[in-house]
Structures are given as C-alpha cells and as structure tokens.
C-alpha cells in the first residue's frame, strides 16, 4: 500500500517517461479523456517550445530522468502541423532518448503509411491505441492488422505497440472533500510536460485543465503539476511524494469502469 511518501534514493520513483503535450485537439471525442482533447483547443507546439524544460530536467536533475523516453503526445500527434519536423528535431537534441508517439492511428491507409514511413527515421517508438471507431473506419479488423504490418515492414526500426480499447474506461469522479487513498494509481507516475514549462505528475491532473466542471478542484490542488519555468527548487520533494494532493479527491486508483463514449467529432 502506498499512502504518504515513496522514496528511491532521494529522487522518488523512476518516472516512465515524459511526454510532451504537442497537440491539443483530437480525431475522437472519449467522455473521460484523461487529457480532456474534446475541451481542448486546437493548438500544436514546435519542439523548441519544449527544450528549455527537458534541458532542465535532464541535465540539472542528477537522477530521476536520466533512463527515460520522450513521448510526443496529445491529443493527437498526427493532427500537428509538422509532427516529422518535431520528431527529428527532438533526436537531433536529445540523440541519447528513445523518442516515441502515441496515436490513435485515425490516419491509416495503405497509401498513408507509405509517405510517412520515410519521414519516421529518427522515431524509436509507436504506441496505437486500437479504437472500436478506427477499426470501423480503417474497415475492419483484418484490414487495421494489414496496415499495422505494413508499418512494421517499411519502419524495421520502429517498436510498435498496438493496445487495444475497450468499450469501458476509468470513471472521473472528483470529490470536493479529501477521499483516502489507499492503493497506487497506473498514472501516478505518468509525467505530461506543457509547452509553458508546466511538468504534470499524471494524465488526469492534465486533464483537468480544460475542464470548467473541475474548477472547485484545480484550486485545491496546487500540487497537481510543477512550474519548470520558476526552477527547480522544491522538485526532488514533489517529485517523491505519493499522493499528490489530487489524488485524495480522485476516484481513478479505484479502477472503477463506467460507460465509455467514442465519436468521431
């Protein structure tokens, strides 16, 4: 059970990876998106939005992301305006991290993957998320496995992950009082770095940025995401501590599953 602080050396747990809110918006429109995409406005960000904070997290943090990835994130990334630009100038800065993308694969067709596959050289890394609505679209799953092999044969280099989606996800359900948290969290450690230099411990915490219901929440946890853009005096205390003060008002660690809507928007 984890209930109050969790310390590795000095630096708390190892973070998976950091991953970069490149684009907002998003093909589909999921009730309880952890990043709130159908709230979110259409914005996409260059990648020299991102290196002042990652340049300060891997260089003047001695330990916590010394061994992580960079995951270029949303939203959606193939609805950024220069997603293949991002990528290369992302390696090209940080030659020593695997650089991946997340995505829902909306974009796929036969003739699709054979114009982008070139333009994925400097990627390590791609994790689909199979949705029911993509698969229907893309038509079928038969067809949405052809093209996933045939990404695989053009990018021999390229790790892909496919997970699939079901028809249920994680119920929201924030509480104005403090709840007692008594098991860990899947996103507790999911770091999500704004273009402003705001470092999110977990998706949700992200999520509620765009969402006006959870107003009354966001104000009572100020520990939801750290400031970059102010240093990082204070970031090996955050950084370690389980639960973040949202947690107590999230009801996410308890792997409740409700309805699930998925739309093409």
């Not at 684009?23 to 290196?51: I, L, R």
Request: hydrophobic letters at 40%.
């Amino acid at each position: 059970m984890i209930n109050k602080k969790i310390k590795n050396d000095q630096w708390g747990i190892q973070p998976a990876g950091v991953h970069i809110i490149a684009v907002e918006n998003c093909t589909n429109s999921c009730e309880f998106c952890s990043t709130s995409a159908p709230f979110a406005g259409k914005n996409s960000y260059p990648a020299s939005s991102f290196f002042p904070w990652l340049d300060r997290l891997f260089n003047d943090t001695p330990n916590p992301f010394k061994d992580t990835y960079i995951a270029i994130t949303g939203g959606e990334p193939f609805l950024h305006t220069n997603l293949f630009l991002m990528i290369d100038e992302m390696k090209a800065r940080y030659p020593l991290k695997d650089i991946g993308v997340t995505t829902n694969f909306f974009w796929a067709s036969e003739t699709r993957i054979r114009e982008v596959a070139p333009l994925l050289k400097s990627l390590g890394v791609i994790l689909i998320s199979k949705y029911p609505s993509t698969v229907n679209r893309i038509g079928g799953e038969e067809k949405f496995d052809e093209l996933v092999l045939l990404l695989k044969y053009l990018c021999p280099h390229l790790h892909v992950e496919v997970t699939p989606m079901i028809n249920s996800f994680i119920k929201w359900d924030f509480h104005t009082d403090k709840q007692v948290v008594l098991n860990a969290c899947c996103t507790a450690f999911c770091y999500m770095l704004r273009a402003d230099g705001k470092l999110f411990r977990c998706s949700l915490a992200y999520g509620l940025e765009h969402r006006p219901e959870y107003g009354v929440i966001r104000d009572l946890t100020p520990e939801r995401y750290f400031d970059l853009s102010k240093g990082l005096a204070g970031f090996s205390e955050w950084s370690s501590k389980y639960p973040i003060d949202l947690c107590h008002h999230c009801t996410f660690w308890k792997h409740e599953s409700s309805v699930w809507k998925n739309s093409s928007l």
